[in-house]
T-cell receptor, first 116, second 114 residues
């Protein structure tokens, strides 16, 4: 068990470019989450998957954002036509629903995005 | 809408002190409450999870309590050490926000000086 991993750890891009982040959850976890955290704030929920199904999306996830988890394992988060307001830390977490209410979410190290 | 508040926003203590971090939430219909630690520029490390039916959880020098009816939780850190310096975040899942979605507070930034 190597924990949740995220790549890249840092990304600098110019406004208008597309970026894609990857998250690899803990291997036996069937639930995967994406959060966004701006400086000085707590993380905000973006979306979550159970296996390959995307079950909930936040209103924060505009049309420029898309997340996938094609085989129920790793997930990607793509931001199209990036804006300066997209600059943030993007956090991925995973959990197992063996214990439906008690499950703990385990977080990865995050991808820090800076849009110039 | 669930709102989570953490007080104080920042705390500085000398090594060895016992300290209490506070978390309050507006909607008491929660499933569970989690305390996390976040080091600068890093991801979150889960410290403790308290189910809505529980009153407290303990792990080493950490003790978290939950008073669901009043919408409050405290994280007690005994005999603080410089290595405890980090931001501490509490988060809840709830019946009205979805039991999968963590709603976070803005955190308490703790500095323990040698």
């Amino acid at each position: 068990d190597t924990g949740v991993s995220q790549n890249p750890r840092h990304k600098i891009t110019k406004r208008g470019q597309n970026v894609t982040f990857r998250c690899d959850p803990i291997s036996e976890h069937n639930r995967l989450y994406w959060y966004r955290q701006t400086l000085g704030q707590g993380p905000e929920f973006l979306t979550y998957f159970q296996n390959e199904a995307q079950l909930e999306k936040s209103r924060l996830l505009s049309d420029r954002f898309s997340a996938e988890r094609p085989k129920g394992s790793f997930s990607t988060l793509e931001i199209q036509r990036t804006e300066q307001g997209d600059s943030a830390m993007y956090l991925c977490a995973s959990s197992s629903n063996k214990d439906r209410i008690e499950e703990t979410q385990y977080f990865g190290p995050g991808t820090r995005l800076l849009v110039l | 809408k669930q709102e989570v508040t953490q007080i104080p926003a920042a705390l500085s203590v000398p090594e060895g002190e016992n300290l209490v971090l506070n978390c309050s939430f507006t909607d008491s219909a929660i499933y569970n409450l989690q305390w996390f630690r976040q080091d600068p520029g890093k991801g979150l490390t889960s410290l403790l999870l308290i189910q809505s039916s529980q009153r407290e959880q303990t792990s080493g020098r950490l003790n978290a309590s939950l008073d669901k009816s009043s919408g409050r939780s405290t994280l007690y850190i005994a005999a603080s050490q410089p290595g405890d310096s980090a931001t501490y975040l509490c988060a809840v899942t709830g019946e009205n926000t979805g039991f999968q979605k963590l709603v976070f507070g803005t955190g308490t930034r703790l500095l323990v000086s040698p």
